[in-house]
């Protein structure tokens, strides 16, 4: 294997369609081959992709990592982050033992000081102002028996609706867009169909840096016999949008003018399949009624792209016989994210293209165990995809948990993670727990999330297996055992769930969130309605064995995925049930969709409003299995562009950095590939600014600054483009908020699935100071690596 830092996605291995993708060993090891000891079976966490892996272990110490080359996911590959990432374990400034805020600082105590003091907080508030003022922040990170523990702990046993995932941030709008077209949640395909589509259609979603080893799949497609045809609609012209036949670089914020476009053009050129739609959904005409007033000439204007370039693009997706449709954040970060994500499913749905071989939609998940979250009842959902306006639904929880309904929050939707920081901000919540993931970073509007999280009126505890710029802000930080170091099952975006089995010892003092969470609710003494514990488990298995038995003949059933058939297998898709013992490829095969008004997770909403369906209004017109067609208007952002802030930022992630860099930065390789920030411009726009190459530049929104070195290339006109990834736990001096992205986003979300809105950011440029005189802080590679920084010597490093 050669440099995967230079080669980010390995040897080409052509295939045709309906060919097996070839297998091939990625591997990384820090030690002779001859010294492993043993190999433990588990999947990458550093992206949504789910590869299967295997650790190796050399005197109880993880020393590298092999794809598994029998993996359904992955066929043995690995990418950059996968092959490099698990180095940050053994990071030197692991957080091992806990820490409490004493005197204004955080002192070092032991555990039982730490859990007495966080269980102790809790039953104050409690007791002072009820379950409304108890909050939970958790990740898109952890093993699902700990999320399973957390929502059991939250809604069931405080009885508080103030739960949700950093998944909000990611992948909200792929839960909800599925939810709105197809009555539920889960991925309807399988990776495979990749390997038998004649068409791709990528929005928003730049494959190449964000799931490395689903674009190794498609380009060993596009290398080989039958190659399909490749769409993609992305702003930037990315590593994805190179290899692209047609290429919509649209304007931000204008995804829904753009797909209504499309649609309009499959309808009006009658290049659907009317029998389906007859047969199978609800809602053509209002759809058709809505496309009809976008036609290719009226969306061009709106877009910035050519009306013969989108008749092109419909020409490809109107002819091809098998579409996979694949969709993340250049979707579900813009202006109106659910209305536009709904539209991609609409186009698979109008061409009947769902359900088959090679016929699929991907609303893409941005994390490993995004899917977790969501399954588990750990975000703005109930476990199992139960629907909180079902009574029927909230009862069954309440008969599985053994509690009195009421106990169960359901007087509303589960509170979503903007929703709680603002409670926070007014005083409403006062106890907060975050869980393995970074707020002080990824949220938007820094400014304002750092003055929440450091507020007096808020006790804020951090469960963390590194320090950040949120643990540097906590009353409470608990140091927690990372993947490899604990055992538990994780969910990949097309519903292939793994087993990762603890490798090794968590460092010195730290534990599982598992562990972590049990000896709170035991703290906190919460049990059933019988006196029993509430969380009655000792081991993640027993956890797993209480949900799969809870999602029993839920869209999601997983009643026969046991650990020792998930030890057996090479991944196993759910439904896995004693009718699917070995798992199910794709979902609606049938054509029939869970949305009868007694099975659906939810009654739906206005995609341009947001406003909830009434449980009444849809069982009058209950669609009893069909799919919903459901049209938006397109709508400008919210905050224009004008003479003082005139360019667009939108904010990403890059190929060798992962979220905020707790891990990845503590990976060398993957360090020094990316070692600082840099903002990416267009040449037009740099030249007007009197901006070169590597000149350092200031982008200033209205509610903040940063300043970085410039990159020339990728973005369209009018567009600066700023990795999300960079925050300041390791610079010189972390108080100088310039650094990170989301110091300038706004503090605005989507009206459906309440995701925050990072793509449509007005600002201005200013040059600050010349490139150094060493030379450029950054290329562009020639063949399409979006930004690659030089390593800290100066010298650039090779190009994939």
Request: aromatic fraction near 8%; glycine fraction near 8%; include cysteine.
């Amino acid at each position: 294997m050669g440099d995967r830092i230079a080669d980010v996605w390995g040897e080409r291995t052509p295939f045709g369609a309906g060919g097996r993708w070839p297998r091939r060993r990625d591997q990384y090891l820090t030690v002779p081959g001859g010294q492993v000891e043993r190999w433990v079976p588990s999947a990458c966490v550093l992206c949504s992709n789910g590869c299967g892996l295997d650790i190796a272990v050399t005197e109880g110490r993880i020393v590298g990592v092999r794809g598994r080359e029998g993996d359904r996911v992955n066929h043995g590959r690995l990418g950059p982050k996968g092959l490099y990432g698990w180095q940050a374990n053994h990071s030197p400034d692991r957080l091992t033992q806990p820490l409490m805020r004493v005197d204004g600082a955080l002192r070092p105590v032991d555990w039982e000081t730490a859990m007495s003091a966080v269980a102790g907080r809790s039953k104050e508030v409690l007791a002072a102002h009820g379950p409304l003022a108890m909050a939970f922040y958790t990740s898109g990170q952890l093993f699902a028996e700990e999320y399973y523990a957390q929502a059991l702990i939250a809604r069931g046993g405080i009885g508080t609706p103030h739960l949700d995932g950093n998944t909000r941030l990611c992948t909200a709008t792929a839960q909800w867009a599925l939810i709105e077209s197809f009555g539920s949640d889960g991925a309807p395909g399988s990776y495979t169909d990749i390997d038998l589509c004649d068409t791709l259609l990528l929005v928003g979603h730049n494959v190449a840096e964000t799931q490395t080893v689903l674009w190794t799949r498609m380009l060993d497609r596009l290398r080989g016999p039958e190659r399909p045809r490749l769409i993609v609609i992305d702003p930037r012209l990315t590593p994805t949008a190179r290899e692209a036949d047609v290429h919509l670089a649209l304007r931000p914020g204008t995804n829904v003018a753009m797909l209504n476009a499309l649609l309009n053009e499959l309808i009006s050129n009658d290049m659907i399949d009317r029998t389906f739609l007859d047969e199978h959904t609800v809602g053509f005409s209002g759809l058709a009624h809505v496309a009809a007033q976008y036609p290719a000439e009226k969306a061009a204007d709106i877009c910035g792209v050519a009306a013969e370039a989108i008749r092109a693009a419909a020409r490809l997706i109107g002819t091809g016989e098998r579409l996979v449709s694949t969709v993340l954040q250049g979707v579900y970060q813009s202006h109106q994210a659910t209305a536009a994500a709904v539209q991609i499913n609409n186009i698979n749905l109008v061409r009947g293209m769902i359900g088959r071989p090679g016929c699929t939609v991907f609303q893409m998940n941005g994390q490993p165990t995004a899917e977790n979250t969501r399954e588990t009842g750990a975000d703005g959902t109930l476990p199992a995809y139960l629907n909180w306006q079902n009574d029927a639904h909230v009862q069954r929880l309440a008969d599985t948990w053994n509690l009195d309904v009421l106990q169960i929050p359901h007087w509303s939707p589960p509170t979503h993670a903007m929703e709680i920081f603002r409670h926070c901000e007014t005083g409403t919540i006062k106890f907060l727990w975050v869980t393995g993931t970074n707020p002080a970073v990824s949220l938007p509007e820094l400014h304002r999330i750092r003055s929440i999280c450091g507020s007096d009126q808020l006790f804020l505890v951090v469960s963390d297996a590194f320090p950040t710029e949120t643990t540097a802000l906590a009353d409470v930080v608990l140091p927690t055992a990372m993947w490899g170091e604990k055992t538990g099952c994780f969910t990949n975006a097309d519903r292939t769930v793994h087993l990762s089995c603890k490798a090794v010892e968590p460092p010195r003092e730290a534990r599982s969130d598992f562990d972590i969470l049990l000896d709170y609710a035991r703290r906190m003494r919460l049990t059933d309605r019988d006196g029993r514990p509430l969380l009655p488990w000792n081991r993640p298995e027993d956890a797993w064995n209480a949900f799969i038995a809870l999602t029993k003949n839920r869209p999601c059933d997983q009643s026969a995925l046991t650990y020792d058939k998930l030890r057996a297998g090479g991944g196993i898709q759910w439904p896995c049930t004693d009718r699917a013992p070995e798992g199910t490829e794709r979902l609606y095969t049938d054509h029939h969709f869970p949305t009868a008004a007694d099975r659906c997770e939810d009654y739906g909403h206005d995609l341009t409003s947001g406003a909830q369906n009434e449980e009444e209004e849809y069982r009058a017109k209950d669609p009893e299995g069909r799919a919903f067609l459901k049209a938006a208007p397109y709508l400008p952002p919210h905050e224009p562009v004008d003479d003082e802030y005139p360019l667009r930022l939108t904010t990403g992630r890059t190929v060798y950095h992962w979220h905020t860099r707790s891990k990845t930065a503590r990976s060398p390789q993957l360090q020094d590939a990316a070692p600082d920030m840099w903002v990416a411009l267009h040449p037009d726009d740099a030249s007007r600014a009197g901006i070169t190459e590597g000149d350092l530049v200031r982008v200033t929104s209205r509610r903040g600054e940063l300043v970085a070195p410039a990159v020339l290339g990728g973005p369209r006109i009018g567009l600066v483009f700023a990795p999300f990834h960079y925050g300041y736990f390791d610079q010189a001096d972390p108080a100088r908020h310039h650094r990170a992205a989301n110091e300038l986003t706004r503090t605005e979300w989507d009206p459906v699935s309440k995701q925050p809105v990072y793509k449509v950011t007005a600002v201005r440029l200013t040059k600050v100071a010349d490139a150094p005189a060493s030379g450029r802080t950054g290329v562009i590679a020639a063949d399409g690596l979006s930004a690659v920084p030089h390593s800290p010597t100066g010298k650039p490093r090779p190009q994939p």
